[in-house]
Every structure is written in C-alpha cells, then in structure tokens.
C-alpha cells in the first residue's frame, strides 16, 4: 500500500500553513502548556523522538517480529511488549521505556479522564476516585466469564481504537483554533473532522484488507481471522483523504487571503503529525505503533486534561489532579487484575478484559467531554 498519497496530503496542508504564515504576519502562538511542552506532547513531536532514539541506538530491532504484548503470567507483571532481537540489551530498553510510558501516561491519562468526567457529573466526592474502580472491575468480570467475548472484544477494541485516537488528535486541532481565536465552526469543521478520521479510517481499513498489518497475538489471546475487504475500500478512503485535504487546503487560503487570519503555529504541527502518524505504513510502523498509546494519544490526553482544568469553574492543582490521576490509573491497570480472581476469572483473561473494560469507560468519558466542550 503506496504511502504517496498522505505525504503529498502533508505536503500540500504544509504548503498551505507556510503561506499562510508568510502572507500574514502571524500573532503570538497560544500553547496549550509552553511551545516546547506542547511541541513534545499535544502535537506528537515526543513519539518521534522516542522511536529515533530507538531506531538509533538499537539498529537491530526486528520490526517484522513484532508482537504486542505477548504473554500474561501474572496479571501487571508480564505485560510489555517482546522485540523479537538479538540484541538483549535492546530489548530491555524497550520493556523499560514502555513500563515508563504506561505507567506516566496510558495508565494516568485513564485516571484523568474517569476523575475529570464522574466529578461532574456526581455529588458525592469520593465517587470520581473509587466508582470508576468499581464499575471497571463489574464491567471486566463479566467480560472475562466468556474467553470468546474476551478475545472479540480485545479484536474489536484493536479496530476501533485507532479512531479514537483520531478524536483526541481532533478536539486538539479544534482546542488550538478556538484558543488561537480562528476557530473551526459549521461546515469548516465537518471537513477537518473528515480529513481526521478519514486519515485513521485508511489505517483501520488497511487492516481489513492486509492480513500481514494485524496483530496476531494481543495481551496472550490470539485474535481471530476475518475475510479481508476489497482493495476499492481503501482507495476509497484515499479519495476521501485527498478531497477533504483540497478541502482543508481551500479553507486555509481562504482564511489567509480574504479574512486575514495565519494559521496558527501548534495547530499546523499537529495537523500535519495526524496525517504522518495515522498514514505511516513503512518499515517502522509495527514499532512506532507500540510507542503511538502512551507517547501520543496517552501524552496528548494529559495535556488536554491541563488546559481544561484551567478552564474549568471546578479548578483544582495540576499536580493534584495528575497525582490522583496516577493513582486511579495505576489502581485500575495493575490491581483489578488480580482482584478478579477471588470472582472466578482465569488469570490468562483477566488483564485483557480490564483493558477492554477501562477503554469502554473511557470511550464514555471523553464522549461526556466531547459534549461538554461542543456546549461552550
């Protein structure tokens, strides 16, 4: 599958962005955080860096042999992924970097989307801290009852997920425009919502089509086969990428030459990186994708938490927020596990339906959220 059509997409989108900003003397940047935290977090430049110093230092990673996740022997112990390498050092490397990264930003930016959306939607104030808990380990116990249900809800889960990164990177892309003062509004924003998930519809679709682009093996369960689609699926998704980019090309010029706005800075970073990171097929992309949960969508949750709080009417510390964040998410990732014994649940299912079950309750968060934002 030919990677010509998202960089000619980045380029044109980067073409557009440049002239925007040598047309029109641009205004000072609004962050998110500061330029050089939000160029490593929301606009995705710390994935890159971590899979450069990977490809660096340890040259003789097997990509091809990648696997995700590949054995559970006890629930929060054995959960990393292995790089099938020669190079022992390397993969020690790589088990440590992902512990890191789970831990600092896929397990906390969990907790912060359970505590940000249960505190206001709940009286009662220790809710947000133990009903996430609680309504995760129900939801993972009944999950784990079926290993069935377990192993298609781990595929599943697999499919979708790459679209809801696409909507965190989008409610970034909207974020930056409104603090920014050029916000995307009415049809503008349909046709940026289409370049977003057309984007990551190419990837999902990608997998339908390819069987060698899916993960055969997912936290110890093997995933099951499936029919692959026809290729017009994914050229269908390429001209969908292509016309919406016209589109967004279109709508930027537009901006540019009649209403007098440049594009701001962190918002033609991250546009271009959603199109790089969702269309990269290349040899590297098995490894990228390991890093791609925790180091960009995970990092960019955790952002977006900041900002929000400091535009939330219930403001409380950063630092308080993040370290309460850890500590339901490490709860949920590294304890419910072992919890689900006494139910009855095989170990071998245990962590699996906990990840799918935490994902499933984050889905509903950050559509709460999305609701919320959308109101303003």
């Known amino acids: 599958m030919s990677p010509t059509v998202p960089w000619l997409c980045a380029v044109l989108l980067a073409i557009a962005a440049a002239w925007s900003r040598l047309w029109i003397q641009p205004k000072p ?104 808990i609680f309504l995760i380990t129900i939801t993972a116990a009944f999950l784990a009852q079926s290993e069935t249900i377990t192993v298609w809800a781990c595929k599943l889960y697999l499919l979708v997920v790459v679209l809801h990164y696409a909507q965190q990177s989008l409610s970034l892309l909207l974020r930056y425009a409104r603090i920014n003062n050029c916000a995307w509004q009415g049809g503008e924003k349909i046709l940026l919502s289409i370049l977003v998930y057309g984007v990551a519809a190419r990837t ?67 546009l271009g990186n959603v199109l790089i990171v969702f269309s990269y097929l290349g040899e590297f992309s098995g490894l990228l994708w390991v890093f791609v949960p925790a180091f960009f969508h995970g990092a960019q949750s955790l952002a977006e938490a900041i900002h929000s709080n400091s535009e939330s009417a219930q403001k409380w510390q950063p630092v308080a927020m993040l370290a309460w964040s850890f500590v339901v998410g490490a709860i949920v990732m590294w304890l419910v596990p072992s919890w689900l014994h006494p139910l009855g649940v095989p170990a071998h299912l245990a962590y699996p339906a906990v990840v799918v079950a935490a994902t499933a309750w984050h889905f509903y968060c950050e559509y709460m959220m999305s609701l919320e934002t959308a109101a303003r």
Not at 107 to 116: C, L, V, Y
Not at 227 to 237: G, I, K, R
Not at 253 to 267: A, E, Y
Request: hydrophobic share 50%.
């Open 29 to 132: 940047n609004q962050w998110l955080i500061n330029p050089v935290a939000d160029f490593l977090i929301p606009c995705g430049g710390l994935v890159w860096l971590i899979l450069s110093l990977s490809v660096m230092l340890f040259p003789s990673i097997n990509t091809s042999g990648l696997t995700l996740f590949p054995s559970i022997d006890t629930p929060g112990v054995s959960l990393f992924p292995s790089l099938h390498t020669p190079a022992v050092g390397a993969g020690q490397a790589q088990i440590i970097t992902l512990v890191a990264g789970a831990m600092l930003f896929t397990d906390t930016h969990f907790g912060a989307g359970f505590i940000r959306t249960f505190r206001r939607q709940c009286e009662n104030a220790m809710w947000p801290y133990w009903g996430p």
């Open 204 to 270: 999902l679709v990608a997998q339908l089509i390819d069987p060698n682009l899916n993960v055969q093996e997912f936290l110890g369960l093997a995933m099951p086969g499936f029919t692959p689609l026809p290729v017009w699926a994914f050229q269908s998704c390429e001209v969908l990428v292509v016309m919406a980019t016209v589109a967004v090309v279109a709508i930027l010029f537009k901006r540019t030459m009649i209403d007098g706005q440049s594009c701001p800075l962190p918002f033609c970073l991250l």
